[in-house]
């Protein structure tokens, strides 16, 4: 992609450049020979191209950091072409240095001093649009580099966060697990089961970057109904869908943190104030929010991943497209998202 784009600046270029010399000889009142089109055009291009790729190709990249080494080998690169241009003008005086006095209308011959003049300014042109055309392509190039590698840092921290969060959940839901075990309870087969299931959504569908909202949704369904088989009456935990739910894509494992801490941290059998979840969705728009009574007994020793992942996420792959609410209360914890999906 750089060299196609190098290419195409450098072909625009000497196209414009021999464009205006075109131009220059075409519309030239004295009629141009072989001799004139050969040094004025053929010499002299070769001088310019050698000037304009010297500067890009050797000057630039070896010499630009030390600053007063380049200007002096700019300097020495002007006076140096300057002089092969001044040879030359020596030995094509009739073309080079002739001209006719348009007053006089006689034939005279230019000062080497005014020809000189002019030799530099145009080494100049030549030096200057060297470093435009060169700061310009690397400007590009080094703003892709800068992109891709702010794309790969944004992929390696998605997918660390992603790598924290389903052994988080896989330790939580092991540990319900091995409670019922230690109580012989015969819900121990169907929890393993229902975690089973729960597995393979994590293992083969949240690998993906996005995925359906139905899916996200029945995976946290499922991990409600493996919650409930730790209770003796089952979990107290009202959940209400509201809306549009189909084709809908979120990110995965974005909504299981919030019942997850539901669970961990509140009051999940109690009949007489539930956990408290609700799903409003639309084309645009999903509205999520849980609410569960707080419970000070229930507190993780350990420490988790959980919320703090979660806006990590959101602020990567939602930005200014999301807001989160947290009201932590007395009595109650509420976590309010709303995504524009």
Not at 199 to 204: G, P, Q, V
Request: contains cysteine.
């Amino acid at each position: 992609m750089n060299d196609k784009r190098a290419l195409i600046a450098h072909s625009v270029y000497w196209l414009i450049i021999g464009g205006i010399i075109g131009l220059a000889m075409l519309f030239s009142k004295e009629p141009i020979t072989r001799s004139e089109l050969l040094v004025g055009f053929g010499y002299y291009s070769i001088i310019n191209i050698s000037i304009f790729y010297i500067n890009y190709t050797l000057l630039i990249p070896q010499l630009l950091k030390r600053y007063w080494f380049y200007v002096i080998s700019i300097i020495v690169l002007i006076i140096l072409m300057a002089g092969v241009k001044t040879v030359l003008a020596v030995l094509y005086r009739d073309i080079i240095l002739q001209y006719n006095n348009p007053k006089t209308g006689a034939i005279e011959y230019k000062s080497l001093t005014s020809y000189l003049t002019v030799t530099v300014f145009v080494s100049g042109f030549f030096i200057i649009s060297s470093c435009l055309i060169k700061f310009m392509l690397d400007w590009f190039s080094n703003t892709r580099i800068q992109r891709s590698l702010e794309t790969e840092k944004k992929d390696m921290e998605l997918q660390f966060l992603k790598s924290q969060l389903n052994p988080h959940f896989l330790f939580n839901s092991l540990n319900n697990i091995y409670s019922l075990a230690y109580q012989k309870s015969d819900k121990t087969a169907d929890a393993i089961l229902k975690l089973s299931e729960i597995m393979r959504y994590m293992i083969y569908e949240s690998n993906d970057s996005w995925v359906a909202l139905s899916k996200e949704i029945e995976y946290v369904q499922s991990y409600i109904e493996l919650q409930k088989l730790r209770f003796k009456n089952g979990a107290a935990v009202e959940m209400t869908l509201n809306g549009e739910i189909d084709d809908q894509q979120i990110i995965p494992l974005i909504l299981i943190s919030f019942v997850e801490n539901a669970f961990k941290h509140g009051v999940a059998n109690d009949p007489n104030d539930p956990i408290r979840i609700n799903i409003i969705a639309n084309q645009k728009i999903l509205h999520f929010s849980i609410t569960n009574k707080k419970s000070n007994g229930n507190k993780d020793q350990v420490g988790g991943v959980g919320l703090n992942n979660v806006e990590r996420r959101l602020q990567l792959l939602y930005p200014e497209r999301y807001k989160l609410n947290i009201v932590n209360s007395a009595t109650h914890y509420t976590s309010e998202l709303m995504l524009d999906i």
